[in-house]
Structures are given as structure tokens and as C-alpha cells.
Nanobody
Framework: VQLVESGGGLVQAGGSLRLSCVAS????????IGWFRQAPGKEREGVSS????????QYADSVKGRFTISRDNAKNRMYLQMNSLKPEDTAVYYC?????????????????WGQGTQVTVSS
């Protein structure tokens, strides 16, 4: 069972990145999925989550209107489109899967985690 993120990197403020996460060893169809991030010296925080069927989403206030979460169950993948990036978005971003139908930003509900991908936004 594995989740693997990709798409991180260095971008200037105002730029965009698209993170991708692919699952192997299990089917994402039966899981709510989410993106979390952890900046140096800070706790891991929820960024966004999407329901099992993709019809409901949640976003942290800090990213609303700038980030968009999506999923492609046929490809066993999830995505996070990040626009209008700010230096405070700099963090390691993690994808995760929860055996839950509704979106959730609660870390404890997530069973599977990726290894993380670094996003750095320069000012």
C-alpha cells in the first residue's frame, strides 16, 4: 500500500503548481482523500479534502479561492491545483487517504500517507 506525491518544486510568489498523488496497492474509490502540509517548526495542517465520490470538498481558510482539490478514481489519482501561491504556502505537502465517505481535515481519520513533496514559494 503506497501513496506517492509528485509535482512539488520552487516557484515565485503568484505562480502555480499542480501536485499529483497516485495510489498503489489499494483502490482510492473507497476513501476520502486529503492534502496536508507541514512547514518547518509547525504542526501538520489540513489543506483540503474531497469526499469518496468527489461531490463535496473542504478547504482551509488560508487556501480558499486559490487551491482546488480533485480526484480521478479511474486513474487512482488525486490532485491539488495551487494558484496565486504565497511564501507562506511553503511547506512539505502530503496526500492521504481516509476510510471515510465525507471530506475531513482531521489527521487522525487518515490511514494512508504519502512521503511528502516540497513546495517552496519565493518572494
Amino acid at each position: 500500500v503506497q501513496l506517492v506525491e509528485s509535482g512539488g518544486g520552487l516557484v515565485q510568489a503568484g505562480g502555480s503548481l499542480r501536485l499529483s498523488c497516485v495510489a498503489s496497492g489499494f483502490t482510492l474509490n473507497y476513501y476520502a482523500i486529503g492534502w496536508f502540509r507541514q512547514a518547518p517548526g509547525k504542526e501538520r495542517e489540513g489543506v483540503s479534502s474531497i469526499s469518496m465520490t468527489g461531490d463535496r470538498t473542504q478547504y482551509a481558510d488560508s487556501v480558499k479561492g486559490r487551491f482546488t482539490i480533485s480526484r480521478d478514481n479511474a486513474k487512482n489519482r488525486m490532485y491539488l491545483q495551487m494558484n496565486s501561491l504565497k511564501p507562506e504556502d511553503t511547506a512539505v505537502y502530503y496526500c492521504a487517504a481516509a476510510a471515510f465517505s465525507s471530506p475531513t481535515m482531521q489527521r487522525s481519520t487518515y490511514t494512508y500517507w504519502g512521503q511528502g513533496t516540497q513546495v517552496t514559494v519565493s518572494s
